[in-house]
């Protein structure tokens, strides 16, 4: 925590600020989880120690809940899981991710009295709870109390505070970026304050647990890395929220969720929410009001449809259902359009897993062109939205055009996720291997015109009269008659 320090945020709380100058990608700090759990839905597609997604999984022989990629994870997590492990079986079944991750953190409190680490700058006691905040009707069965008891009844009956605590919670991704597979506690990071421009990122670390040594092991962590140049004791930020949105549709999420009324200034004054609702504009001309209020009210249902059909992989109704939407959209709402974005989103995500790439490419490309006019420079959505694009347009056979997207996207990411983050070296594997292919077209393309150019000086000279002849008439076009037909 060199980089940080914890200091009074007046209304917002506490916060932390840069101790120090920090450049675009620099990691502010790196802490491991107090707590994480695995979803419930991907327990047993997900590594309960690393969480990284893998094929074929190790289960506990014990529990028969908790997976691992090998013994190393599972000798790695056993601290953790080993309390779990003897109140699932003695429940004879498993409870959801919130119970257990309450469960995890009460127990990691009685251990280690709240602190796993010296760098750690607040005991988890004594974070923001948010209990008196919950609905008096929601507030005993927010979490399951009643599970969590039972769960808990072999040796701690109590229910502390700390199992609210919303404003450290944190969604865990897989090895790649792509997929939410868990979600965990971390203290420090509770600290960091929200705005909806932030400074800063968030990526989780799996660690590396490959070597032959476990002294060389590394553990599961996140890291927070600036997004930008961040100045000696300026606050450090990160957004609990996806920026897409409008500003009081991220207000409502924070309030339900985190408790408090964001007041930033892309809040406040309401940044980009005319883009996010903008009708399409051709040669100065708009559609009417009314029509732009029945095309985004077709948009929302047709969204909603096209949510529930990929839940239930019905793939090319999907499809159908983008185009007809998309068509619909056209000329009545502009390319920043939320409605318009998620379409090309979902549009551009299942063609590419159908295979048909030319029309994923198109797709992915106008949404890149809608997410720059609204997202921060690097942003890690952005990012991975660049990604896509390129990739979509590589497997399309439109290289050049697929390596600048992935080139783009490798810049980004190398300040959102750092240069050892699995996905940026997959990324800079895609940007070397494009660039090789691209060499090789230009190389196979400037022999073919010398070859074509060899063959055409071997053929007889063509007269100069003849490549004359044309234009001479035209010429003299000036000495026709017009007044005949």
């Not at 040594?213 to 890291?223: G, N, T, V, Y």
């Not at 004054?269 to 732009?292: F, I, Q, R």
Request: hydrophobic share 35%; net charge neutral; with cysteine.
């Amino acid at each position: 925590m060199e980089s940080a320090q914890l200091f009074d945020a007046g209304n917002k709380g506490r916060g932390l600020r840069a101790t120090k100058e920090l450049r675009a990608g620099e990691v502010v700090f790196a802490e491991p989880s107090f707590s994480a759990v695995v979803f419930d839905s991907l327990a047993t597609q997900v590594c309960h120690s690393c969480f990284r997604r893998q094929a074929k999984l190790h289960r506990c022989a014990q529990c028969n809940f908790a997976h691992y990629c090998d013994r190393t994870c599972q000798t790695a997590c056993w601290d953790e899981h080993k309390q779990e492990c003897a109140a699932i079986k003695k429940m004879g079944k498993w409870p959801g991710e919130n119970v257990r991750l309450a469960a995890r953190t009460l127990w990691c409190i009685h251990k280690d009295t709240g602190i796993v680490s010296d760098s750690q700058l607040v005991s988890v006691d004594h974070l923001e709870a948010h209990v008196a905040d919950l609905p008096k009707e929601t507030s005993a069965a927010q979490g399951g109390c009643d599970t969590f008891l039972e769960y808990c009844s072999y040796g701690r009956s109590s229910l502390p505070s700390t199992t609210s605590h919303t404003s450290m919670e944190l969604t865990l991704s897989d090895q790649r970026g792509l997929q939410a597979v868990g979600v965990g506690l971390f203290p420090n990071l509770g600290l960091v304050n929200h705005d909806c421009w932030p400074n800063c990122s968030v990526i989780l670390n799996h660690g590396n647990q490959s070597a032959v040594s476990s002294a060389l092991h590394s553990q599961r962590r996140i890291e927070l890395r600036a997004a930008g140049h961040i100045s000696e004791g300026e606050e450090l930020t990160v957004s609990y929220v996806d920026f897409l949105n409008l500003s009081t549709g991220r207000q409502k999420k924070l309030q339900e969720r985190f408790h408090f009324q964001c007041s930033c200034e892309q809040c406040s004054e309401h940044v980009k929410d005319d883009l996010m609702t903008a009708a399409a504009e051709s040669e100065g001309n708009k559609p009417s009001a009314d029509k732009v209020k029945e095309v985004t009210a077709f948009s929302k249902e047709c969204v909603e449809k096209i949510e529930r059909l990929r839940a239930e992989k019905d793939y090319h109704e999907v499809v159908r259902l983008c185009r007809d939407c998309l068509e619909k959209q056209e000329n009545v709402l502009a390319d920043t359009h939320l409605y318009v974005l998620r379409v090309l989103s979902v549009a551009s995500e299942v063609l590419s897993y159908l295979q048909s790439f030319s029309e994923a490419a198109g797709y992915a490309r106008r949404m890149v062109e809608g997410y720059m006019k609204l997202y921060n420079p690097n942003n890690a959505q952005l990012g991975l939205a660049i990604m896509r694009a390129g990739v979509a347009h590589w497997h399309a056979g439109q290289i050049e055009v697929g390596h600048g997207f992935i080139c783009r996207a490798v810049a980004i990411l190398m300040v959102t996720h750092g240069p050892n983050h699995p996905i940026t070296r997959d990324l800079e594997s895609m940007r070397m291997q494009t660039e090789m292919e691209l060499k090789m077209f230009k190389q196979k393309e400037c022999v073919y015109h010398a070859t074509r150019d060899a063959a055409l000086m071997k053929q007889p000279m063509i007269s100069s009269k003849l490549l004359y002849k044309p234009y001479k008439n035209i010429a003299h076009r000036s000495s026709v008659d017009h007044s005949k037909p």
